[in-house]
């Protein structure tokens, strides 16, 4: 029977058992696309990372959920490349590039004096795409009322490597309220069936952050909420920039946290670079290693 070991790390935080737990495989190349799934499934995190060989890049890395394979991931790709370096497995590089499913992404690690080690990828151009269907039902979705979605922001899908739908909420306390009927989202997002779900709003817990969200899966996914995420923080950035404060000729940094509602606490640095209207984003996150999982391949 083949051995797999799954190196479990959380993301977005520096203490285990807080941030995003994501799986890593250094191996990937030694599985097949069945089998990546299967080791996934058995793992039961949000996503789990294979590290694979590329010819187009420095490195490869591919995604699962407990479901099916995604494009991107933020919290895996911060866990894959802390795990990488710690190991010593990526030649002291400090910027490298990264081939994903959503493209060829830039990578750079920066080693703070401390020891501790922060990632920054850049994500995929953001795109938006017009939610038109029933706002009272998507509330209804999550548990919440319609009168929780804000009244003058839009909802939106949104994506800077992987599709989420953007609800803006008027306020942190309709958070700990949410409650998601994972199986009714397909009916509801008509122009997406498979994203996920991604309220957030302006408040936070923490007043050094900009943002509080959650993050709700696809019920395609085998999962029901992610703990704190990269990509969705991402496109927060953009979403901010192009809907809440048009920005202009400028750089601006944004503190997103989320998992406060889960006893977890994670903290996504999200940069957003406005260049004549083109605007870059990218996110800031270290992680941490929590332990070693070797199980048989089924």
Not at 95 to 114: H, N, R, Y
Not at 269 to 295: M, P, R, W, Y
Request: proline share 5%; glycine share 8%.
């Amino acid at each position: 029977m083949k051995m797999v070991t799954v190196y479990h790390y959380d993301a977005f935080s520096t203490i285990p058992n807080k941030g995003n737990p994501a799986g890593v495989v250094v191996e990937g190349d030694s599985y097949s696309d069945d089998e990546m799934q299967a080791i996934a499934k058995q793992v039961g995190f949000n996503e789990t990372a294979f590290a694979l060989k590329s010819e187009r890049a420095d490195l490869r890395i591919r995604y699962f959920t407990p479901g099916h394979e995604v494009n991107l991931c933020g919290h895996a790709t911060m866990a894959t490349i802390y795990a990488l370096k710690t190991k010593g497995l990526l030649e002291n590089k400090q910027v490298f590039t990264i081939e994903t499913k959503a493209g060829i992404l830039p990578i750079a690690i920066t080693e703070q004096k401390s020891g501790e080690i922060f990632m920054t990828m850049q994500h995929a151009a953001p795109q938006f795409v017009a939610f038109n269907g029933s706002k009272a039902e998507l509330a209804q979705s999550i548990g919440l009322p319609e009168e929780a979605i804000h009244p003058d922001l839009p909802i939106v899908y949104g994506s800077t490597g992987l599709w989420t739908l953007l609800i803006p909420i008027k306020s942190l306390e309709f958070f700990k309220a949410m409650a998601p009927q994972t199986a009714t989202f397909p009916t509801i997002l008509k122009e997406m069936p498979k994203a996920s779900l991604h309220p957030f709003c302006l408040e936070a817990f923490d007043k050094n952050a900009d943002m509080h969200a959650r993050h709700f899966s696809s019920p395609y996914s085998g999962t029901i909420e992610d703990i704190t995420t990269g990509t969705a923080s991402g496109v927060m950035g953009a979403y901010h920039a192009t809907y809440i404060e048009q920005q202009e000729q400028s750089e601006k940094t944004l503190i997103v946290e989320q998992g406060q509602e889960l006893e977890k606490d994670g903290r996504v640095q999200v940069h957003v670079k406005n260049d004549n209207g083109k605007l870059t984003i990218s996110i800031t996150g270290t992680a941490v290693f929590v332990k070693e999982i070797d199980s048989p391949l089924k």
